[in-house]
């Protein structure tokens, strides 16, 4: 063999090997660097594929990752959801309720799909082993390791009799409990919810009972409801009927830190496309403003549902676990005549004190959010 025939040979293999490392860096290249630092997520109640394919592939074309809720659709026809927009892929349940067999002589009902851009797909996850057909969750892998999990939610109504407003809301709950711990959360969508100007700014109307429920999720979660702060513009209502009324049910709920990375939050005013009776919403987050934070990967211990749980049942559950660390403390603590005789043991006694608190709420209040807003330095004067 010829000197002539290595090189063409030593130049063929150098070839192959560059477009094989190009090809790895293409499939492993974070979501910010294949395309922007920006991500666009919108979600939107279609209340039925029929008729609104033209709005949700206009929806499609303006952002990166799409919710659609009530697609109405039977398993056996999801498929459809692939023709909205080639350029993205489809995760998508029907209602648990639909049965193919009876789908030329049922009307179909609910449903939940996710979609997002072929071009991020290398780094989206199905995170199949968590939600319903009322709840699905996806994970983008960001960079420097940074895990970003968007719920897609249709959550019950509040009259709704085929599905339970709560157990859906135990289910959202848990899944919070799990990404917590591994990144940040965007949870998006048709939460039958009506959050009035008690809970944010623009509210609108009264809150309603399942939307205190939620709030208090989120409290607990150290999660926000931003579009309900003046970050968001548009309407301040997302469902409307003429002749019926208005309502604000669907939002847009966010980890705290998050939240100042987002760049544009918007409620989308109506459009001659729209035939649904919703109004979608979209956000604009920055990922490389994200807080990298150390997650701790802790699960929850006695979790109480406390929204489920009525004052007397709080009282055995949180109460009367405290009052007996409380009463024990007091019992062997040195008090003369109902006083504490030195700064120093006011400084051990409230050392003490902050110790139950912290014992009881692990044992009942969910850990990580716990762990996330917990600043004891040390008793202050």
Not at 343 to 371: A, E, H, N
Request: proline share 3%; charged share 15%.
């Amino acid at each position: 063999m010829c000197i002539e025939d290595d090189i063409v040979i030593i130049t063929m293999f150098m070839h192959a090997l560059y477009v094989y490392i190009m090809y790895v860096e293409l499939l492993y290249t974070p979501i910010m660097n294949t395309c922007t630092t920006n991500i666009t997520i919108s979600a939107w109640n279609m209340k039925g594929i029929a008729g609104a394919s033209e709005y949700a592939t206009q929806l499609l074309s303006s952002c990166d990752v799409c919710i659609l809720t009530e697609h109405h659709l039977f398993p056996a026809e999801l498929y459809k959801l692939e023709h909205l927009h080639e350029e993205f892929e489809v995760y998508a349940t029907s209602s648990h309720y639909l049965y193919d067999s009876v789908m030329h002589t049922n009307v179909g009902f609910g449903g939940v799909a996710m979609m997002w851009r072929t071009n991020i797909d290398h780094v989206v996850t199905r995170c199949s082993d968590m939600g319903s057909d009322r709840i699905m969750v996806i994970r983008i892998e960001l960079t420097d390791g940074l895990n970003l999990f968007i719920v897609g939610v249709y959550l019950p109504q509040q009259q709704c009799y085929i599905d339970s407003f709560e157990d859906s809301l135990d289910m959202l709950d848990s899944i919070i409990t799990r990404c917590s711990s591994r990144g940040e959360i965007i949870i998006i969508g048709d939460t039958n919810c009506n959050f009035g100007a008690d809970i944010g700014p623009r509210g609108f109307g009264v809150t309603s009972r399942n939307a205190r429920l939620l709030h208090n999720v989120c409290v607990i979660s150290d999660l926000i409801i931003i579009d309900l702060y003046e970050t968001c513009i548009g309407p301040n209502h997302t469902f409307h009927v003429p002749g019926v009324g208005q309502s604000y049910i669907d939002h847009c709920i966010v980890s705290s830190h998050v939240s100042e990375s987002i760049t544009h939050c918007e409620i989308i005013d109506d459009d001659i496309h729209n035939t649904s009776d919703h109004l979608p919403i979209t956000i604009e987050l920055n990922v490389a403003n994200i807080p990298r934070l150390t997650f701790i990967n802790s699960p929850r211990v006695n979790k109480y549902a406390w929204h489920r749980l009525d004052e007397e049942v709080i009282g055995l559950g949180y109460t009367s676990l405290l009052q007996g660390r409380v009463n024990n403390l007091l019992a062997h603590f040195p008090i003369v005549d109902g006083l504490i005789q030195t700064s120093d043991g006011v400084r051990l006694f409230l050392d003490k004190l902050i110790d139950c608190l912290l014992y009881v709420t692990s044992k009942t209040i969910p850990q990580l959010p716990l762990i996330l807003n917990l600043n004891l330095t040390g008793t202050q004067f």
